[in-house]
């Protein structure tokens, strides 16, 4: 059983920077495929980027390639979200994902575990 642990959500200004973290536990880490969704209010959970166990291979949705970048280190078990010139349509609540496997997957039914969420604002 994976136990995963998101931070660093908050209130923004469009145009600022966060970082997401996941912290994993329980599980082997560097056997998961790891990936962020996340859900504004009244609409469907959205794939956001996806990351390989190692590390060497990556996904991003297009509302978010080049302003996003996923990175993960396996030392520490977690899995990171930068996160850059924020919009106000980034506003939702942004989980990470697990899945064991080496591919790279977009489609939320594909992960087995799933984090709690954090909050993401970002004013306009």
């Known amino acids: 059983q994976v136990h995963l642990v998101e931070s660093g959500g908050g209130l923004v200004q469009a145009g600022g920077s966060l970082r997401l973290s996941c912290a994993a536990s329980?599980?082997?880490?560097?056997?998961?495929?790891m990936a962020w969704f996340r859900q504004a209010p009244g609409k469907e959970r959205e794939f956001v980027s996806a990351i390989s166990w190692s590390g060497g291979r990556t996904s991003y949705a297009d509302s978010v390639k080049g302003r996003f970048t996923v990175s993960r280190d396996n030392a520490k078990n977690t899995v990171y979200l930068q996160m850059n010139s924020l919009k106000a349509e980034d506003t939702a609540v942004y989980y990470c994902a697990a899945r064991s496997g080496l591919v790279v997957l977009t489609t939320g039914n594909d992960y087995r575990y799933w984090g709690q969420g954090t909050q993401v604002t970002v004013s306009s």
């Open positions: 329980g599980g082997t880490f560097s056997t998961y495929a």
